[in-house]
């Protein structure tokens, strides 16, 4: 028996993540979303974890308060120590019944601290403020402490809303500064891009002479960005790549390690458990470990661990083996391989890509043929990665009873340079899990419900691809 590649608790899901490294293990708190009518209040349950490949259940670390209380909902914040070795946690506090002068429910800051190494820790009511005027005091949430070592203060940086502007472009990441993280004082907002709803989970971390900030966009794109500058004071540069993965991939926050950052996120679930459901808040725990390239920006992958803890060698053997040369100048060719993929596996594909091919990749959980299966496509003359299925909708069994032109999941679709020559597709699937890596610089997470089991198989259209390399490694028999 396999033991999960993605953590998620036996009693709910996984919600935003508050991850913290302590003496070499990594503290990864979450909020622990229980799907339920009427719904529980969220507390902030914790996992600990040493080698990013097995994962140790702590049950709730912060419990939330009582139906009556202001943080009858424990929503997300961050943890620091302080000089003397107290941790301070800081958490936003939320009850649907605790309403605003604009008739939305509170969001207000709140702090907690720990005097035993975290293992338990001490609530702070009289310490918990809101938004001053001229922000909406239901969007006050999200609290990200770090010390700024340039002015020696703590800041505190918010996911907020201006009270007033167009409805759907208010969004600021507002900013409190203090020198003893007990009393806060407002100051002039972080960022301030007046572009969507508000930025969700702000991060910054300093790296190899940048400054990174990280948020997660809350408007139609759902999407984790990243901006780069010299300072904490920016100027923010957007790079080319700007987002860390694409729609599933959610509320991703940071931590280092030994020279190395880590994005903690959750891969969305969705409604139903079908290929075709809406996306839903929280889901399974993902990690990604960044990369910085020479120019600063920074490239997403796999953590070298996880991927040797898949060490067993899956047998996949394909009718004229590999290399594979698929040469279709004007159409479109498939090789299947002879096996059934195992439920949770790792497969690396190198493949050398001819100038002006419109198409190539990989097939996964295929039918024998090739007709049926998801698909992780290479389109070099269009930049990106995608995601598909095939086929996309049905509504009959007739030829001609097709639901409409019914595109690609565009929410799927992740920019990044394909330029002719080799390129290295990896991916890991456990279960209804699947996440894509391109070069070790491009991540693609997503849900696969619908089709269960298959083969693998490999494909170009409209140009050609040589297969030099294809392996598939499992943790265990399973």
């Known amino acids: 028996m396999s033991y999960p590649v993605f953590f998620q608790p036996a009693d709910g899901w996984v919600g935003d993540l508050i991850p913290f490294q302590k003496d070499g293990e990594f503290w990864l708190f979450y909020l622990h979303e229980v799907r339920s009518d009427p719904k529980p209040g969220t507390s902030w349950n914790l996992v600990t974890t040493k080698d990013l490949i097995q994962f140790q259940d702590q049950g709730v670390a912060l419990p939330h308060g009582t139906e009556n209380d202001p943080d009858f909902n424990a929503y997300t914040g961050s943890v620091v120590v302080d000089e003397s070795g107290i941790h301070h ?87 409190c500064v203090s020198s003893d993280l007990v009393s806060w004082q407002y100051a002039e907002p972080f960022w301030d891009p007046r572009r ?148 949770q596996f790792y497969a690396r594909a190198v493949l050398d890509i001819s100038p002006g091919t419109t198409e190539c990749g990989l097939l996964l959980r295929s039918s024998a043929d090739g007709d049926s299966s998801y698909v992780l496509r290479l389109e070099p003359k269009r930049g990106r990665l995608v995601f598909d299925r095939w086929p996309r909708a049905l509504t009959g069994e007739a030829q001609w009873h097709v639901s409409g032109d019914v595109p690609f999941e565009i929410e799927l679709e992740r920019p990044c340079s394909l330029p002719p020559g080799e390129h290295t597709l990896e991916v890991i699937v456990d279960g209804d899990l699947l996440v894509a890596v391109v070069d070790r610089q491009v991540a693609l997470s997503t849900r696969i419900y619908d089709l269960p089991a298959g083969r693998v198989g490999v494909f170009a259209g409209e140009g050609s691809a040589t297969v030099t390399h294809l392996e598939v490694r499992k943790r265990t028999d399973n």
């Open 196 to 343: 969507y709803i508000t930025h969700e989970c702000p991060d910054v971390f300093a790296w190899g002479g940048w400054w990174y900030m990280v948020y997660s966009e809350f408007s139609e794109n759902f999407t984790t960005r990243y901006r780069m500058a010299k300072s904490p004071d920016g100027p923010w540069l957007v790079p080319d790549r700007d987002s860390i993965d694409g729609r599933a991939f959610y509320a991703s926050k940071t931590a280092e390690r030994d020279g190395r950052r880590f994005f903690f996120g959750w891969i969305a679930s969705k409604e139903g458990n079908s290929d075709g459901g809406p996306w839903q808040w929280a889901g399974t725990m993902s990690v990604l470990e960044a990369r910085q390239n020479p120019d600063g920006t920074l490239a997403f992958g796999f953590a070298d661990e996880l991927v040797d803890s898949f060490w067993d060698e899956v047998a996949v053997t394909f009718d004229g083996g590999l290399p594979a040369r698929l040469d279709v100048p004007d159409g479109y060719t498939a090789t299947v391989s002879r096996e059934d993929l195992p439920s």
């Open 89 to 175: 946690l800081f958490y936003t506090g939320q009850n649907p019944k605790n309403l605003g002068k604009d008739g939305l429910p509170l969001q207000l800051v709140m702090h907690a601290t720990s005097t035993d190494g975290m293992r338990t820790w001490v609530k702070h009511p009289e310490l918990t403020f809101g938004a001053p005027d001229g922000y909406e005091s239901g969007d006050w949430r999200d609290p990200y402490v770090f010390h700024d070592p340039s002015s020696g203060q703590w800041r505190m940086l918010l996911a907020a809303r201006h009270a007033e502007g167009p409805e759907r472009r208010r969004g600021v990441i507002a900013q």
